[in-house]
């Protein structure tokens, strides 16, 4: 069985053990041939954040059970990050997605106070679609220790939260902390719209602190064509790495997308 086979079952068996727990020269302008005595006035210029078109892709079904990569043949990173303890992460990574036209989904927990304090700068993005959210339920609890009802209040109120807050809703995609997640509770979160199950097949590893050293050799490892990587929004080292992490998805022609840059959500 050759490496990636065996990667790929080990992650799509074991997928909450690297989850989360508990980035010709100019001319000069010739001489004036008079000298102005008219004071030079300064004027004001802002200048606009950068634009980035969306990846020119034809979007296809979500393939049913859980979204561990993304189908077929290509060049495509989904680069997914979960949670917020941290409202400065949210920022850097925001701003990150902002400058640099990295396509990003982040998995939320409303309950943070990131979310609510970062809204006004994330919000734009969410709306042109650099960065989609997710549901990563409200309070990052262990669904499978839930019964139904506890299932949906926790998908529910983080859905409420992120409608109400930015205006988009997540369905169908939710994330399980933990990767926990069993018949029942996909057929709870269903019941509910949250259809598809994400999970993943790489890990920057970073739900615990990291020196920026190791999330550059995570991204090293697991950032390659058509895989769904995680990362987490909880601890600052990964900020201070955005240039090293970005100069990998560039040497390896890699384009970032959102899930919903790939998959077409279902109507009706």
């Known amino acids: 069985m050759d490496r990636r086979r065996f990667l790929a079952l080990s992650l799509a068996g074991g997928a909450a053990l690297t989850g989360c727990s508990s ?10 041939t008079t000298r102005s005595t008219t004071p030079a006035t300064t004027v004001p210029t802002t200048s606009a954040p950068p634009t980035f078109p969306a990846p020119d892709l034809v979007k296809v079904p979500i393939p049913p059970g859980r979204l561990t990569g993304l189908p077929g043949e290509g060049s495509l990173l989904a680069w997914t990050v979960d949670d917020g303890d941290d409202s400065s992460v949210v920022r850097a990574y925001t701003e990150f997605g902002r400058d640099t036209g990295t396509r990003l989904t982040f998995f939320l927990n409303g309950s943070k106070p990131a979310w609510t304090e970062n809204a006004d700068l994330l919000r ?10 997710g549901n990563h339920t409200w309070s990052h609890v262990d669904l499978t220790s839930l019964n139904r009802t506890g299932v949906q209040d926790e998908l529910q109120r983080n859905h409420d939260f992120v409608l109400d807050t930015y205006g988009v809703d997540m369905r169908p995609y939710y994330r399980p902390p933990f990767g926990y997640r069993d018949a029942a509770t996909d057929a709870a979160a269903a019941e509910i719209g949250y259809t598809c199950p994400v999970l993943w097949y790489g890990s ?6 990291l020196t920026p050293d190791q999330v550059v050799g995570f991204a090293d ?16 080292p990964v900020t201070t790495v955005f240039p090293q992490l970005r100069q990998i998805i560039d040497a390896r022609g890699l384009t970032t997308v959102t899930l919903d840059d790939v998959f077409l959500r279902p109507t009706g």
């Open 23 to 32: 980035t010709s020269a100019p001319q000069s302008a010739p001489p004036p």
């Open 124 to 133: 734009p993005l969410v709306a042109d679609g650099r960065i989609q959210l």
């Open 204 to 209: 920057l590893s970073d739900s615990g602190l």
């Open 221 to 236: 490892e697991w950032f390659l064509p058509q895989h769904i990587v995680i990362g987490h929004l909880n601890f600052t």
